[in-house]
């Protein structure tokens, strides 16, 4: 970033408040207005483009200082997850719960940091508490995964499709009910979930690279007419191979790497690899 925008725009506020006529407390009361809007564009700043850490930074800061700021804690929730600490991420999203402003998303946003903690159980709970006349994406994308995790099929598939319906960029929650329909063994219906996410991000890699694991599990070793890298398309290679091989295909498991090497504009070392361990052991 970021510190030399956050800089700037502290900058231009600060210059804006200078600028103002008056003394007194006519300058305390302009300055307390630049401040109030300084924060919020500050805060939104840190919620969206700085780097998360500097943004966690930030708000573990502002938050000891104002430790009363239900907004600032939940600013240093998101920022937790964003820099990838769900689980410090849990007892702050506690606190805003426990919090008389507590709002249904704050309830979700606790629920989507206990399922990235792993914490599947406690997540249901959670969502449990929310209102059904709550319907939001982000609401039934995770009601959705808790009923995978506890291997409801059923209402798994129809909380993923509510959730794909709430969402103009719907490819992340298609990848992932696709991948639920992989790991059931329904082949084919993770095969056209996954293409559909494709077409709604062409460069969503997971759903290209499931979508190679839906085929190989078919034995379908030939790739899909979608758009790649050079580089892509080696990886995807070198996945439909060890899918072909791990199915005792392994001649074709053995062409296919060689075409992944091939592809690869470098040196593909795992692909080489797993080649030469074949060979090795004369398959």
């Known amino acids: 970033m970021r510190t030399g925008v956050i800089v700037a725009a502290l900058a231009a506020l600060s210059l804006a408040g200078c600028q103002k006529p008056g003394g007194g407390n006519g300058v305390s009361r302009a300055f307390d207005g630049v401040n109030v809007i300084d924060e919020s564009n500050l805060n939104d700043i840190m919620l969206t483009v700085a780097d998360p850490a500097e943004a966690v930074s930030y708000f573990e800061r502002a938050t000891s200082e104002q430790p009363d700021r239900i907004d600032l804690k939940r600013g ?11 689980a410090r991420a849990v007892p702050v999203w506690k606190q805003v ?3 008389r402003e507590v709002t249904d998303q704050d309830r979700i946003d606790l629920a989507d940091a206990l399922i ?45 499709e509510i959730a794909s319906g709430l969402t103009n960029r719907p490819a ?14 329904d082949f084919r219906g993770a095969e056209q979930l996954f293409g559909q996410a494709i077409g709604y991000d062409p460069n969503l890699f ?19 007419p979608i758009q790649t890298t050079q580089i892509e398309r080696a990886q995807l ?11 005792g295909d392994i001649t074709t498991g053995k062409s296919l790497l060689r075409e992944a090497i091939e592809t690869h504009p ?5 692909a080489v690899r797993a080649l030469r361990t074949l060979e090795q052991n004369g398959a």
């Not at 009923?147 to 209402?155: F, I």
């Not at 992340?172 to 063994?185: C, D, I």
């Open 237 to 247: 290679l070198h996945t439909l191979a060890l899918s072909a091989i791990k199915q």
């Open 206 to 224: 997971t759903a290209k690279n499931n979508l190679i694991l839906a085929r190989g599990a078919q034995r379908n070793y030939q790739l899909p």
């Open 97 to 99: 719960v426990a919090s």
């Open 76 to 86: 240093l929730g998101m920022s937790l997850i964003r820099a990838g600490q769900p």
């Open 266 to 270: 470098q040196h593909f070392e795992a």
């Open 116 to 160: 990235r903690s792993n914490d599947w159980d406690e997540a249901e709970k959670v969502l449990d508490t929310i209102p059904p006349t709550v319907e939001t994406y982000e609401r039934y994308r995770l009601e959705a995964m808790v009923a995978d995790s506890n291997r409801e099929w059923d209402k798994a598939d129809s909380f993923y």
């Open 172 to 185: 992340s929650v298609l990848n992932n009910w696709g991948y639920s329909k992989l790991t059931r063994g």
